[in-house]
């Protein structure tokens, strides 16, 4: 089983930066296809960016193109979220998580992922 533990998160002010990580543990992330959510109080969890398992093509909520940006390292067995003017609808709980799906699509449901990280809080003041 795979174990996802998520760091960086913090509060910063609206056009900062933030660098997201996620370390996985119990398995090898390039194994499967990879994702960011995020969820702010009173609303669903939604898709931010993710990585196909095949070809690890990248695909990103309309909110988030432009400013954010998913990689993985894999000699760290780590994925990472860079985030570039954050403004303050980016304040949520954010999530990283794996899909084991064996194909070339980027997934963005959150039923398509089986193992998730506790979240790390960003917070965005205007």
């Known amino acids: 089983q795979v174990q996802l533990i998520e760091s960086g998160g913090g509060l910063v002010q609206a056009g900062s930066s933030l660098r997201l990580s996620c370390a996985a543990s119990g398995g090898t992330l390039s194994n499967f296809a990879v994702g960011w959510f995020r969820q702010a109080p009173g609303k669903e969890r939604e898709f931010v960016a993710a990585i196909s398992w095949i070809f690890g093509s990248t695909g990103y909520a309309d909110s988030v193109k432009g400013r954010f940006t998913i990689s993985r390292d894999d000699a760290q067995n780590t994925l990472y979220l860079q985030m570039n003017t954050l403004k303050s609808e980016d304040t949520a709980v954010y999530y990283c998580?794996?899909?084991?799906?064996?194909?070339?699509?980027?997934?963005?449901?959150?039923?398509?992922?089986?193992?998730w990280g506790q979240g790390t809080q960003v917070t965005v003041s205007s």
């Open positions: 998580a794996t899909c084991s799906a064996r194909d070339s699509r980027v997934h963005v449901t959150t039923r398509e992922y089986d193992f």
